[in-house]
């Protein structure tokens, strides 16, 4: 509690009790109080007036992504996540750090299933390879595949996206359609149409998986990019620049985009965990990556048959597996939460 | 409202076209032959795989085999598979279990999501609210597979509470595990979106307004807070019914439950086009009425669309 | 049921009551309260060291800009503060109880039947998903009051809602904005409460609504002996209305007294500020000098000196633009938003658009900037008509017709920082070497009064009014010859808005600029225009100088609209000017 000085001795230092009633004649219809009314006024130098809308200039000019990296470096959700995923693409550049066993080549039938021995702290798989290995080796392909398929899902579901948003009129229609038609066959079930397919079990690998999941995946991306542009598109700010002179694209590119980029980048992150589930799963199912490409659905695909001797076997995978989504899917809403247009300062 | 209802059905039907046509082209016309799988690694005669393409109508052109499969589906007449059994037949088999699987897993993640988002939302910022999250991110980060072996693992085979795996009659113990696993994700999803839109609706000026006309914590809440919450869950549901029998592939085959998704899985495998279309197609169907029982529901929830 | 006739009996008998101090005892009073709000960066004060006393019956109005705290002290009364904000210091007496921590349960008995509420914005406040009726009935039901839905419509009746009975199966959407805030009036007035708390109660709505909702919520509270502590930002609209003024700034009560008083004898040097620049006091002012007469010339804002020449530099004439509006079962019907309008612009002059919502007015200002075409109709720019020109032609006339926006926050791109907002215009059009316009930069900085440090901020770190400044500043880099307003000083609080309304007016004096004024704020008309037009539901109604249309309103439509002025009722010496 602050001081308990009497609030009449020092903020009511003129007081004029005057009765409303006696004022100016000339009043018509102001209303007249039965009580007593002091004219109070406040010691005009306890709140000195400042000039109107004056400007303030003490703290350096922080642009909108600098206020949200700012908000973003406080955040432990975002530092964890930050941490786990540039650990596990050091992983994936360079498996030979963590592990000097060779995954598949030094693997002993004699070894099936085993336990945690010196040398090999994760034990074995069924055939009898280094799990530890397995494990660091099957990073690549995973990453792989999510960073490739969130490319090519941003590149054409946001291009999609942002034509559809900012141009309306049919070729929204149409766009918002195929969209639709797209959507009626989750993810996962249109890649297991397609996979199974003579033509893409003939070609199974990483890169045929990829343009799977981008043909499956392109809707979520577009439909996300478009809600954004439709609500960049009418701002004063994009009429201004159109009335300056800016033709419609340029107003699109200059203006619409980088304002729309926020919800499709934090989608985006997330995607990047859910294409490397979505590979594992049809790894894990026996139709994603072909058998000789180390994967951890693969993995786990292969110690499915013994889990109720080994389970580790398909522990340490999916261990691996989780913590990368997990970090993809921390990041994404960490982003979230600095990008989140309510938050931003008004 | 009644224009309301025709015209989200009217839209239903390209897309319920579109997607059958998608995957009926991708099965049937992409290169390589629909028919190999079913003659095996031995190869059939020539006379035989005629046979077989007349049998699929795969000797005719593109367009007029989509046709005469839409017809099938409209007769509810769908062929036979690869193994010469009537697909609807199989289906009609198999459908019951992978329903009753969906229906509780849709009934898990909805009390127990609305339930936690409600608290969680309440109290924003405090302990539980930042626990649930994080346990939320962990389940939607974790695949389905890896967490269907884990609990098959702890709870069938460690503790033995319950069979590790389903037995043909599907009971409804049986199910309860795998429909946990089925509906862990969406639970999540569940949870946060209930929670955001708490947040969201807390702070809404007619709650404030609610609040000031003298109306009890609890009426508050549960009258204007939850309520209105409750459009973008009931929402995400209704379609999640869709994405749940879908979802069901990776399910089923973890606790071997005789359902569509294994069936799926099964022809898959096997190469069984007709089937693997039929089916796909039912879930397509599927989804598209999931669809339109949202935007029934949405329609009821929200009396600013039922007017429209 | 108590407090139903409790409330009655206390109002009327409250003012010949003597408490044992002697005097009557005040409803409400808040004595040295200060509220903190806990933020990220720590606490922050909102309101500190506010003294304030509503005796029974009385209406008191708490004017300040946004930000003062005028919100935030009321709603402490009723325990409505947001989550984050709390009583700090100071104590809130409600009929000689303290209330300032009183238990949740005993807020809910005193909220509703003691102290009623009316919340600002009529859209957002009213349940979208429950009916009127049903809204109504909850609150009389919580209050233990008779809910059938007699009583419900009769609440409703009241409030002046006609054919109750059946609009109470209405939902929100189903309502007009007006129609809204009679329905919030009723829910706030049902159990009949002794203080009602009025927030901003008609700042959402058209002048004309406005005025009819505040004189219905005058009679019915004089009616009930209600006690009203009523919140504006308007001060013509507070010394109308209340008995006694508050005038707050940075969270502290500068000055309080009776409602004239304050507007003939105001002290304190925010007060004096405000007093001088309310554009309801100045019209006042204007019109009251002019009965005295006395020349108004210094009191409106510097204007460029009337040319003789009668050079138009726009001139529009049988302006139509009909829009289809999809309809249900695919049918589209047409609606004419802008129905053969024609007027004109001198050059070097200001004219007024003037209408409310939904009269058209901003979809004229689109087709006069060419990013509306034009159903019918033509508009002539220096004799060319503008809704023929080619591509390149067109590109050539935006250089010099520019707008300046409403919302001050929309209106500038949060990526682009000060420099490349304002340079964008030059870049566009290829005007000058970088270094040439970086120099025209400062120079346009320097014509709105803006420091050239300002150049590398970005929108986000601008107060309102700096930012509309900023805006001018981008729609003068091309040296146009004509700038559309629209709406522009609307969303500022008054003192910035008169700030701004100055600067465009030396801008015009010193450019010789003419302006398109888009505005639904006859007061502000009255300060800045030399000539009015006014629009409802598409048409023209009215149109001459602004001298002719305030002077001598021929229609009723302008007439309504000009006594719907917040303060028209006032009537100021002339020497208070």
Same mark, same amino acid.
């Given at each position: 509690?602050?001081?308990p000085?009497?609030?009449?001795?020092?903020?009511?230092?003129?007081?004029?009790?005057?009765?409303?009633?006696?004022?100016?004649?000339?009043?018509?219809?102001?209303?007249?109080?039965?009580?007593?009314?002091?004219?109070?006024?406040?010691?005009?130098?306890e709140?000195?007036?400042?000039?109107?809308?004056?400007?303030?200039?003490?703290?350096?000019?922080?642009?909108?992504?600098?206020?949200a990296?700012?908000s973003?470096?406080?955040?432990?959700l975002?530092?964890?996540?930050?941490?786990?995923?540039?650990?596990?693409?050091?992983?994936?550049?360079?498996?030979?750090?963590f592990?000097?066993?060779?995954?598949?080549?030094?693997?002993?039938?004699?070894?099936?299933?085993?336990?945690?021995?010196?040398?090999?702290?994760?034990?074995?798989?069924?055939?009898?390879?280094?799990?530890?290995?397995?494990?660091?080796?099957?990073?690549?392909?995973?990453?792989?595949?999510?960073?490739?398929?969130?490319?090519?899902?941003?590149?054409?579901?946001?291009?999609?996206?942002?034509?559809?948003g900012?141009?309306?009129?049919?070729?929204?229609?149409?766009?918002?359609r195929?969209?639709?038609?797209?959507f009626?066959?989750?993810?996962?079930?249109?890649?297991?149409?397609?996979?199974?397919?003579?033509?893409?079990?003939q070609?199974?690998?990483?890169?045929?998986?990829?343009?799977?999941?981008?043909?499956?995946?392109?809707?979520?991306?577009?439909?996300?990019?478009?809600?954004?542009?439709?609500?960049?598109?009418?701002?004063?700010?994009?009429?201004?620049?159109?009335?300056?002179?800016?033709?419609?694209?340029?107003?699109?590119?200059?203006?619409?985009?980088?304002?729309?980029?926020?919800?499709?980048?934090?989608?985006?992150?997330?995607?990047?965990?859910t294409?490397i589930?979505?590979?594992?799963?049809?790894?894990?199912?026996?139709?994603?990556?072909?058998?000789?490409?180390?994967?951890?659905?693969?993995?786990?695909?292969?110690?499915?048959?013994?889990?109720r001797s080994?389970?580790?076997?398909?522990?340490?995978?999916?261990?691996?597996?989780?913590?990368?989504?997990?970090?993809?899917?921390?990041?994404?809403?960490?982003?979230?939460?600095?990008?989140?247009?309510?938050?931003?300062?008004? | 409202?009644?224009?309301?209802?025709?015209?989200?059905?009217?839209?239903?039907?390209?897309?319920?076209?579109?997607?059958?046509?998608?995957?009926?082209? @991708?099965?049937f016309? @992409?290169?390589?032959?629909?028919?190999?799988?079913?003659?095996?690694?031995?190869?059939?005669?020539p006379?035989?795989?005629?046979g077989?393409?007349?049998?699929?109508?795969?000797d005719?052109?593109?367009?007029?085999?989509?046709?005469?499969? @839409?017809?099938?589906?409209?007769?509810f007449?769908?062929?036979?598979?690869?193994?010469?059994?009537p697909i609807?037949?199989i289906?009609?088999?198999?459908?019951?279990?992978?329903?009753?699987?969906?229906?509780?897993?849709l009934?898990?993640?909805?009390?127990?999501?609305?339930?936690?988002?409600?608290?969680?939302?309440?109290?924003?910022?405090?302990?539980?609210?930042?626990?649930?999250?994080?346990?939320?991110?962990?389940?939607?980060a974790?695949?389905?597979?890896?967490l269907g072996?884990l609990m098959?693992?702890?709870?069938?085979?460690?503790l033995?509470?319950?069979?590790?795996?389903?037995?043909g009659?599907?009971?409804?113990?049986?199910l309860?595990?795998?429909?946990?696993?089925?509906?862990?994700?969406?639970?999540?999803?569940?949870?946060?979106?209930?929670?955001?839109?708490?947040?969201?609706?807390?702070?809404?000026?007619?709650v404030?307004?609610?609040?000031?006309?003298?109306?009890?914590?609890?009426?508050?809440?549960?009258?204007?807070?939850l309520?209105?919450?409750?459009?973008?869950?009931?929402?995400?549901?209704?379609?999640?019914?869709?994405?749940?029998?879908g979802?069901?592939?990776?399910?089923?085959?973890?606790?071997?439950?005789?359902g569509?998704?294994n069936t799926?899985?099964?022809?898959?495998?096997?190469?069984?086009?007709?089937?693997?279309?039929?089916?796909?197609?039912?879930?397509?169907?599927?989804?598209?009425?999931?669809?339109? @029982?949202?935007?029934?529901?949405?329609?009821?929830?929200?009396?600013?669309?039922r007017?429209? | 049921?108590?407090?139903?006739?409790?409330?009655?009996?206390?109002?009327?008998?409250?003012?010949?009551?003597?408490t044992?101090?002697?005097?009557?005892?005040?409803?409400?009073?808040?004595?040295n309260?200060?509220?903190?709000?806990a933020?990220s960066?720590?606490?922050?004060?909102?309101?500190?060291?506010?003294?304030?006393?509503?005796?029974p019956g009385?209406?008191?109005?708490?004017?300040?800009?946004?930000?003062?705290g005028?919100?935030?002290?009321?709603?402490?009364?009723?325990?409505?503060?947001?989550?984050?904000?709390?009583?700090?210091d100071?104590?809130?007496?409600?009929?000689?109880?303290?209330i300032?921590?009183?238990?949740?349960k005993?807020?809910?008995?005193?909220?509703g039947?003691?102290?009623?509420?009316v919340?600002?914005?009529?859209?957002?406040?009213?349940?979208?998903?429950?009916?009127?009726?049903?809204?109504?009935?909850?609150?009389?039901?919580?209050?233990?009051?008779?809910?059938g839905?007699?009583?419900?419509?009769?609440v409703?009746?009241?409030?002046?809602?006609?054919?109750?009975?059946?609009?109470?199966?209405?939902?929100?959407?189903?309502?007009?904005?007006?129609?809204?805030?009679?329905?919030?009036?009723?829910?706030?007035?049902?159990c009949?409460?002794r203080?009602?708390?009025?927030?901003?109660?008609?700042?959402?709505?058209?002048?004309?609504?406005?005025r009819?909702?505040? %004189?219905?919520?005058?009679?019915?509270t004089?009616?009930?002996?209600?006690?009203?502590?009523?919140?504006?930002? %308007?001060?013509?609209?507070?010394?109308e209305?209340?008995?006694?003024?508050?005038?707050?700034?940075k969270?502290?009560?500068?000055?309080?007294?009776?409602?004239?008083?304050?507007?003939?004898?105001?002290?304190?040097?925010?007060?004096?500020?405000?007093?001088?620049?309310?554009?309801?006091i100045?019209?006042?002012?204007?019109?009251?000098?002019?009965?005295?007469?006395?020349?108004?010339?210094?009191?409106?804002?510097?204007?460029?000196?009337?040319?003789?020449?009668?050079?138009?530099?726009?001139?529009v004439?049988?302006?139509?633009?009909?829009?289809?509006?999809?309809?249900?079962?695919?049918?589209?019907?047409d609606?004419?938003a802008?129905?053969?309008?024609?007027?004109?612009?001198?050059?070097?002059?200001?004219?007024?658009?003037?209408?409310?919502?939904?009269?058209?007015k901003?979809?004229?200002?689109?087709?006069?900037?060419?990013?509306?075409g034009?159903?019918?109709?033509?508009?002539?720019?220096?004799?060319?008509?503008i809704?023929?020109?080619?591509?390149?032609?067109?590109?050539d006339?935006r250089?010099?017709?520019?707008?300046?926006?409403?919302d001050?926050?929309?209106?500038?791109?949060?990526?682009?920082n000060?420099?490349?907002?304002?340079?964008?215009?030059?870049?566009?059009?290829?005007v000058?070497?970088?270094?040439?316009?970086?120099?025209?930069?400062?120079?346009?900085?320097?014509?709105?009064?803006?420091?050239?440090?300002?150049?590398?901020?970005?929108?986000?770190?601008?107060?309102?009014?700096?930012?509309?400044?900023?805006?001018i500043?981008r729609?003068l880099a091309?040296?146009?010859?004509?700038?559309?307003?629209?709406e522009?000083?609307?969303?500022? %609080?008054?003192?910035?808005q008169?700030?701004?309304?100055?600067?465009?007016?030396?801008?015009?004096?010193?450019?010789?600029?003419?302006?398109?004024?888009?505005?639904?704020?006859?007061?502000?008309?009255?300060?800045?225009?030399?000539?009015?037009?006014?629009?409802?539901?598409?048409r023209?109604?009215?149109?001459?100088?602004? %001298?002719?249309v305030?002077?001598?309103?021929?229609?009723?439509?302008?007439?309504?609209?000009?006594?719907?002025i917040?303060?028209?009722?006032?009537?100021?010496?002339?020497?208070?000017?």
């Open positions: 509690m602050p001081e000085t009497s609030p009449s001795a020092s903020s009511r230092p003129t007081v004029a009790t005057a009765p409303a009633s006696t004022t100016a004649p000339a009043v018509a219809r102001t209303k007249t109080s039965p009580y007593p009314i002091e004219h109070f006024v406040a010691d005009p130098d709140t000195p007036v400042r000039a109107t809308d004056s400007v303030v200039s003490d703290v350096a000019p922080r642009s909108l992504w600098g206020e990296w700012r973003l470096r406080k955040q432990p975002f530092l964890i996540s930050s941490i786990l995923i540039l650990g596990v693409i050091f992983v994936a550049l360079f498996p030979g750090i592990t000097h066993e060779p995954p598949n080549e030094n693997c002993l039938l004699a070894n099936s299933d085993g336990g945690p021995t010196a040398g090999h702290p994760l034990g074995f798989t069924v055939q009898g390879c280094d799990i530890l290995s397995r494990v660091v080796h099957g990073t690549r392909s995973s990453l792989t595949v999510g960073l490739f398929a969130t490319l090519g899902v941003v590149l054409i579901g946001g291009l999609i996206g942002a034509l559809a900012f141009f309306g009129g049919w070729v929204d229609a149409i766009l918002a195929v969209g639709d038609i797209f009626a066959l989750p993810l996962i079930l249109g890649a297991i149409v397609v996979v199974q397919l003579p033509v893409f079990q070609n199974r690998n990483v890169w045929t998986l990829v343009v799977i999941l981008v043909a499956f995946g392109w809707p979520q991306i577009a439909r996300i990019t478009r809600a954004a542009v439709i609500e960049v598109r009418n701002a004063d700010f994009v009429t201004a620049a159109r009335s300056l002179g800016v033709s419609p694209l340029g107003a699109l590119v200059k203006h619409v985009i980088p304002n729309a980029l926020a919800p499709v980048i934090v989608i985006a992150t997330i995607s990047l965990g294409f589930v979505a590979e594992s799963t049809l790894s894990f199912l026996g139709i994603g990556l072909p058998p000789d490409v180390m994967s951890w659905g693969n993995d786990i695909f292969s110690a499915k048959p013994s889990l080994n389970p580790m076997a398909i522990f340490w995978p999916g261990l691996a597996l989780s913590i990368t989504v997990l970090s993809f899917i921390m990041l994404g809403d960490a982003l979230r939460d600095a990008l989140d247009p309510k938050a931003r300062k008004r | 409202m009644a224009w309301y209802i025709v015209r989200r059905f009217l839209q239903l039907i390209p897309v319920f076209l579109g997607a059958t046509l998608l995957v009926y082209f @991708l099965v016309s @992409l290169p390589g032959d629909a028919t190999a799988a079913i003659c095996g690694e031995r190869g059939c005669t006379a035989v795989i005629a077989l393409r007349e049998q699929y109508n795969l005719q052109p593109f367009w007029i085999q989509y046709l005469l499969y @839409l017809k099938g589906v409209v007769t007449d769908l062929g036979t598979n690869f193994s010469g059994r609807a037949t289906i009609a088999e198999v459908f019951p279990t992978t329903a009753k699987l969906a229906i509780m897993a009934v898990i993640e909805a009390v127990f999501g609305i339930a936690f988002g409600l608290i969680a939302g309440l109290r924003k910022g405090k302990l539980f609210d930042s626990s649930v999250l994080v346990l939320s991110l962990i389940v939607i974790v695949p389905i597979f890896v072996f098959q693992f702890l709870i069938g085979v460690k033995q509470w319950t069979n590790p795996t389903v037995s009659d599907a009971t409804f113990t049986e309860l595990l795998p429909a946990v696993v089925l509906g862990l994700v969406s639970f999540a999803y569940v949870l946060r979106l209930t929670r955001t839109s708490i947040i969201e609706n807390v702070n809404a000026d007619y404030r307004t609610a609040t000031a006309k003298g109306l009890s914590r609890k009426r508050v809440v549960v009258v204007h807070v309520r209105n919450s409750l459009i973008p869950v009931v929402t995400f549901l209704g379609a999640d019914l869709g994405a749940l029998m979802g069901a592939i990776v399910t089923e085959g973890i606790f071997n439950v005789n569509v998704g799926l899985y099964r022809a898959v495998l096997n190469g069984d086009g007709p089937m693997v279309v039929s089916i796909v197609t039912f879930l397509i169907l599927i989804f598209c009425l999931a669809n339109l @029982l949202v935007d029934l529901l949405y329609a009821w929830l929200d009396p600013r669309i007017y429209a | 049921m108590g407090n139903h006739q409790g409330g009655r009996r206390a109002a009327r008998t409250a003012a010949g009551a003597p044992p101090s002697g005097g009557p005892q005040p409803l409400l009073e808040l004595r309260l200060a509220i903190t709000f933020t960066n720590g606490d922050v004060p909102a309101v500190r060291n506010a003294h304030l006393t509503v005796m009385e209406t008191v109005a708490i004017v300040g800009e946004s930000g003062s005028k919100s935030t002290t009321a709603l402490a009364a009723i325990g409505l503060l947001p989550a984050n904000g709390r009583v700090s100071g104590s809130i007496i409600f009929d000689g109880e303290d300032t921590h009183a238990s949740e005993r807020i809910v008995e005193l909220r039947s003691s102290i009623g509420m919340p600002q914005d009529p859209m957002s406040n009213l349940n979208p998903v429950w009916k009127i009726g049903f809204q109504v009935r909850e609150t009389l039901r919580a209050n233990g009051l008779p809910s839905p007699s009583d419900v419509a009769k409703l009746s009241e409030a002046g809602l006609p054919d109750a009975g059946s609009r109470a199966n209405q939902y929100p959407h189903e309502f007009s904005g007006g129609m809204r805030q009679r329905a919030l009036i009723a829910i706030g007035l049902s009949r409460p203080l009602l708390i009025a927030d901003e109660p008609t700042s959402a709505l058209d002048v004309t609504v406005q009819q909702i505040l %004189d219905h919520l005058d009679t019915m004089e009616e009930l002996g209600t006690a009203v502590l009523l919140i504006t930002h %308007d001060l013509g609209l507070a010394a209305r209340a008995h006694k003024v508050i005038v707050m700034y969270g502290q009560v500068v000055e309080a007294g009776p409602a004239l008083e304050l507007l003939t004898n105001p002290r304190h040097p925010y007060t004096q500020k405000l007093v001088a620049s309310a554009p309801s100045a019209s006042r002012r204007i019109e009251s000098a002019k009965k005295a007469g006395i020349e108004t010339g210094d009191l409106l804002a510097p204007t460029a000196s009337k040319k003789a020449a009668l050079d138009r530099v726009i001139e004439e049988d302006l139509t633009k009909v829009f289809k509006i999809r309809g249900s079962w695919g049918k589209s019907t609606f004419t802008v129905d053969r309008v024609s007027f004109s612009i001198a050059r070097g002059t200001t004219t007024a658009v003037v209408g409310e919502s939904g009269s058209g901003s979809t004229v200002a689109k087709m006069v900037l060419g990013l509306e034009a159903t019918s109709g033509s508009i002539r720019f220096d004799g060319v008509d809704t023929t020109l080619g591509r390149k032609e067109m590109f006339f250089r010099r017709v520019q707008p300046i926006f409403q001050p926050y929309g209106s500038l791109d949060p990526m682009y000060i420099y490349r907002t304002i340079e964008e215009p030059l870049r566009v059009h290829g000058g070497t970088a270094k040439s316009r970086e120099k025209k930069v400062r120079q346009l900085l320097d014509q709105v009064a803006l420091p050239s440090a300002m150049m590398q901020r970005f929108p986000n770190e601008l107060s309102g009014g700096q930012r509309q400044r900023v805006a500043a729609a091309l040296d146009p010859e004509v700038v559309i307003c629209d522009a000083v609307s969303a500022l %609080d008054v003192l910035v008169a700030q701004i309304l100055n600067l465009l007016a030396d801008l015009q004096s010193e450019l010789g600029l003419s302006y398109l004024f888009i505005t639904h704020d006859l007061a502000v008309v009255r300060q800045i225009a030399d000539s009015v037009a006014v629009m409802k539901k598409g023209l109604v009215e149109q001459g100088t602004t %001298d002719e305030f002077d001598n309103p021929q229609t009723a439509y302008t007439q309504a609209l000009l006594a719907a917040p303060g028209a009722g006032l009537v100021l010496p002339p020497e208070v000017a």
